[in-house]
């Protein structure tokens, strides 16, 4: 090759080489412009969504983008905290004990061919709100076409269609929970027309859903100065007519329209019961079986005291055991820690006591008071069972006693002041 080809050969892998180099740092050079650029429009855009957009759109977007916690490492079937849940509703199926007789009338109404309606009644934390989650997780499985939905009426609400947005954003959360491949539900907006409300039902229903609307707290819509008519209640009440709906309620008493004896729920509520004290076996377990899970084991001195002075009401209950939990992880036994907890227990209830006898009409808070004082009082037969019913009161040889040694107590010294 003589030398004026080598060199020509030199040159055009210089050439080549140099164009080479050219498009990689023109490549380079694009993509840092395209990196500016995009970091720019990210910049922009965030300043529009920022001036633009809702903070509650913007609240959305960022809930979307959260991620999950990291999980600890230690054993999952550790268990940690307190056993027993004094006040707050129970959400986790296990924990919730008793109420199986109530279970399978609301799996009876839910689950006909042509869906009925139940009204549950009970006194304040009697476990009517544990009683409706546990109906959801019961619904799960067994039955996939029927979605409960848990409706809070002490929710705050301004107008009818204030409430009518809520029953909708509730039940297509409820419908996305059960149908797993159902796109996320659209944001809606506060306020909805009733006609979007009673389609949306109509159309899933034509899809073989059915929906049971548990209403929670049921009396609280009837609260002076509630934005609810009778318009409003009759048409809830026409929304069986709408598709495969029934409603489960749960209040004190029937709930009646303000300043009056007379409700539009009252003809389509197959069914009442009342959400009372347990039998005397799961009241047992409620004590025992909390405490085995975090390795205590009560003698049976211990349970038949903690029945004892508080009779067979969850909430009072699960008090008075976890008072006896901490007076043992403290180190106390025995009579000690018995006498601890009756003091203790007998203070704490006082104020909840004081807000029972509130919902309690005249003639059922007397009753209380003859039967405190005497077992065998002549009271009238509708005022006991009522009583009963709720939990305050069980019949005995003899006539009837106060269910649990501290509203006994209460009570007698509410008799003598």
């Known amino acids: 090759m003589s030398a ?42 965030k300043e529009f969504r920022e ?18 916690p990291v999980k600890s490492q230690e054993d999952a079937n550790v268990e940690i905290g307190f056993p027993y849940l004094a006040g707050a509703p129970v959400r986790r199926p296990e924990l ?44 799960a ?42 796109a996320r539900y659209p944001d809606l907006p506060k306020e909805v027309p009733f006609e979007m409300l009673a389609e949306f039902l109509e159309q899933a229903s034509s899809k073989q859903w059915s929906f049971l609307m548990l209403l929670d707290e049921f009396e609280s819509l009837v609260v002076k100065d509630s934005p609810f008519d009778e318009k409003f209640f009759s048409a809830l009440r026409s929304l069986i007519q709408k598709g495969q709906i029934g409603w489960v309620t749960a209040s004190y ?4 329209m303000p300043e009056t004896t007379t409700s539009p729920f009252a003809n389509i509520i197959q069914d009442t019961d ?62 000690e820690a018995r006498s601890h ?5 007998s203070i704490e209830m006082e104020h909840y006591f004081d807000s029972q006898m509130k919902f309690l009409e005249e003639n059922e808070y007397q009753t209380l ?19 009963e019913k709720y939990g305050f009161i069980e019949q005995v040889s003899g006539g009837y006693q106060i269910l649990g040694q501290t509203l006994a107590d209460y009570l007698y010294n509410r008799s003598k002041n």
């Open 4 to 45: 004026i080809e080598i060199i020509s050969l030199v040159a055009s892998i210089v050439a080549i080489l140099t164009a080479i180099v050219g498009v990689w740092y023109q490549g380079r050079a694009l993509k840092h412009k395209d990196a500016e650029l995009r970091h720019k429009i990210d910049l922009d855009w």
């Open 51 to 68: 001036k633009y957009t809702s903070p509650e759109t913007r609240m959305y977007d960022w809930l979307d983008d959260l991620g999950k």
């Open 96 to 139: 919730f004990y008793g109420r199986r007789d109530l279970l399978a009338n609301v799996i009876r109404c839910a689950s006909g061919k042509q869906m009925a309606s139940m009204s549950f009644f009970g006194a304040r934390k009697a476990g009517k709100t544990s009683f409706l989650h546990f109906v959801e997780y019961s619904l």
């Open 141 to 182: 499985d067994p039955y996939p076409q029927i979605v409960p939905v848990y409706l809070d009426a002490q929710t705050p609400f301004e107008s009818s269609e204030n409430f009518y947005a809520y029953m909708l954003r509730e039940t297509m959360q409820a419908l996305e929970k059960r149908k797993q491949n159902v």
């Open 253 to 256: 008493r029937f709930v009646y």
């Open 274 to 335: 009342y959400i009372g004290a347990l039998s005397l076996q799961d009241a047992q377990r409620l004590i025992t079986e909390p405490a085995a899970r975090f390795g205590h084991f009560y003698e049976k001195e211990d349970i038949d005291f903690l029945i004892r002075i508080a009779g067979r009401m969850p909430f009072m209950i699960q008090k008075a055991a976890l008072l006896l939990y901490k007076a043992f992880i403290n180190n106390l036994r025995g009579k």
């Open 341 to 345: 907890v009756l003091n203790t227990f």
């Open 369 to 387: 008071l003859q039967i405190v004082g005497d077992a065998s009082a002549d009271c009238k037969p509708a005022d006991l069972a009522v009583l």
